[in-house]
């Protein structure tokens, strides 16, 4: 699987957007992007994926540079509750079971 | 649909001692996926099954653990032997795999493991 590198920590003010960058320079062509959250004390959640085009659904937008080499997952109004480790992982999808590899994600602190 | 849920919540066991963590997946979901987390890092691949069938196993999954889903519904984790590296967090995750090849994983709570 490609890797991907993401900043170790952020911040956000409460109310504002936050935008949460990933690196992912040797994405392969079958290769989706895709985002997951983890709250403190509870399992990984599913936010968003994408391949090539800009995607956005109720919790979240995700935005692919054109080159796929990059990506952002924007939060357009963090909480408090946004507070979470956001992992970015790019992986096949071609249904053979390949598991999702987590890095170190990074860090949202939403504050008041 | 009441999540993928995972019991015990918490297990403090003494060293050498043999534990074993279940998992109920959503109801319908033909993947079952097994990770570990230990503090501040990611959760690392286990092992996965597609129905009953378990179709791969990390190498992080030495001889002592073992993992079954008899009747491709709730899995099971059993740790032999258990040594204090094997304190962590384990994650069960579920997943249906039809048509669409847009596969979300939905995972559990965990079970944290403490081994004294």
């Known amino acids: 699987d490609a890797k991907t590198t993401q900043p170790t920590s952020m911040d956000c003010a409460e109310g504002r957007a936050a935008n949460l960058p990933c690196n992912h320079s040797?994405?392969?062509?079958?290769?989706?992007v895709y985002w997951y959250r983890q709250i403190h004390s509870q399992g990984p959640q599913y936010i968003i994926h994408?391949?090539?085009n800009n995607e956005t659904n109720e919790m979240a937008s995700l935005i692919i540079t054109e080159d796929r080499k990059s990506s952002t997952l924007i939060l357009p109004h963090a909480t408090l509750r946004d507070t979470a480790v956001y992992y970015c992982i790019v992986r096949p999808d071609n249904n053979a079971g390949n598991m999702l590899t987590f890095g170190g994600g990074t860090r949202l602190m939403v504050k008041p | 649909d009441t999540g993928v849920s995972q019991n015990p919540r918490h297990k403090i066991t003494k060293r050498g001692q043999n534990v074993t963590f279940r998992c109920d997946p959503i109801?319908?979901?033909?993947?079952l996926y097994w990770y570990r987390q230990t503090l501040g890092q990611g959760p690392e691949f286990l092992t996965y099954?597609?129905?009953?069938?378990?179709?791969?196993k990390s190498r992080l999954l030495s001889d002592r653990f073992s993992a079954e889903r008899p009747k491709g519904s709730f899995s099971t984790l059993e740790i032999q032997r258990t040594e204090q590296g094997d304190s962590a967090m384990y994650l069960c995750?579920?997943?249906?795999?039809?048509?669409?090849?847009?596969?979300?994983?939905?995972f559990g709570s965990g079970t944290q493991l403490s081994v004294l």
């Open positions: 109801s319908e979901h033909n993947r």
């Open positions: 994408g391949l090539k």
């Open positions: 099954f597609q129905n009953e069938a378990q179709l791969e």
């Open positions: 995750a579920s997943s249906r795999l039809g048509r669409s090849t847009n596969e979300k994983l939905f």
């Open positions: 040797t994405i392969s062509g079958n290769e989706y």
